[in-house]
């Protein structure tokens, strides 16, 4: 069993969603509990039946304090807000992570309140939770969808995921990979899964790179130099010796190409791995 290493946790942060309106998007807290009853309260039994499969019909202040005091090396609960006029804040959904006990991946499952529907709340809890799950060192989530639940479904193809339908089956599985693919060689630029941070810094010129490259030619242009000189058709030694750079140049120049798409190709896995 591998604890993770890092109990990753998310910065609170506003989003502003399809009606106009900002949310606030933070993990759920002890505090909550009220804010978690209030919601379950105001919520159509379809809605939690959706969620939990059965209809819990007696949410009591124990309860909401279980739904909110995680356990945070295997959960993560993250919650959308939206501002009260007079202060405070109404829930408006929940999304969760809960890992499995080998840490390898984590289930997670969404609760969008009925008044907010389509806003696209559930798509964005999903963004972040992949966030998440990345900084958690997951490599996938998981979740198990009623088949009748189209728009839980749709939200989780339009993410990407690969849902599996399995005949006859009633569940459907969905494996959501937590990193986007990436592309060494696309130039258009997709919208980013989260917002922009800090521009990079400029990287300082690669000098040790640099030498190391010429070391590295000037070992490669001397053995091609040394094959190549016998069979150069001259006894003139001057010519031997023009001809056997020439062709070694040549290697070599071939052989200084194909180690920067090496070293190319290993950057960019050595990066999407992070
Ligand atoms: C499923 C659920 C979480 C979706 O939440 P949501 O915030 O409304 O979803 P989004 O706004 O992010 O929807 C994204 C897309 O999914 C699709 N979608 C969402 N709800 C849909 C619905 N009722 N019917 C058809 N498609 C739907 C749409 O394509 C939508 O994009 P669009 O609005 O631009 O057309 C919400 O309906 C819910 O809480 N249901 C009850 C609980 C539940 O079933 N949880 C899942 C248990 S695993």
Request: charge should be positive; proline fraction near 8%.
């Amino acid at each position: 069993m591998r604890p993770p290493a890092l109990v990753a946790s998310l910065p609170p942060r506003t989003l502003v969603l399809r009606d106009g309106c900002a949310y606030r998007l933070r993990p759920l807290v002890r505090t909550d509990a009220a804010a978690v009853l209030e919601f379950f309260h105001t919520l159509s039994p379809e809605s939690i039946r959706s969620r939990y499969g059965y209809l819990i019909t007696n949410m009591t202040p124990e309860r909401a304090h279980r739904l909110v005091e995680i356990e945070p090396e295997r959960e993560a609960a993250l919650g959308l807000f939206a501002p009260r006029p007079g202060g405070g804040e109404t829930l408006c959904a929940m999304g969760r992570l809960v890992h499995t006990p080998d840490h390898r991946t984590a289930e997670c499952a969404f609760l969008v309140h009925d008044r907010c529907r389509r806003l696209g709340m559930a798509s964005q809890l999903l963004l972040y939770l992949r966030v998440l799950g990345r900084r958690r060192g997951l490599p996938r989530l998981f979740a198990q969808v009623r088949r009748e639940n189209r728009a839980m479904l749709e939200v989780f193809r339009r993410a990407g995921a690969q849902l599996h339908f399995d005949a006859g089956g009633e569940v459907v599985e969905v494996d959501i990979p937590v990193r986007k693919t990436k592309f060494l060689f696309d130039k258009s630029a997709g919208a980013p899964s989260v917002p922009p941070m800090a521009p990079p810094a400029k990287k300082p010129f690669p000098f040790v790179s640099l030498a190391l490259d010429l070391i590295v030619c000037a070992g490669v242009f001397t053995l091609f130099f040394r094959l190549v000189s016998p069979h150069v058709p001259s006894e003139d030694p001057a010519m031997i010796r023009l001809w056997g750079t020439l062709a070694a140049s040549c290697m070599t120049g071939v052989f200084w190409l194909a180690w920067q798409m090496v070293k190319t190709v290993f950057r960019f896995q050595r990066e999407s791995n992070r």
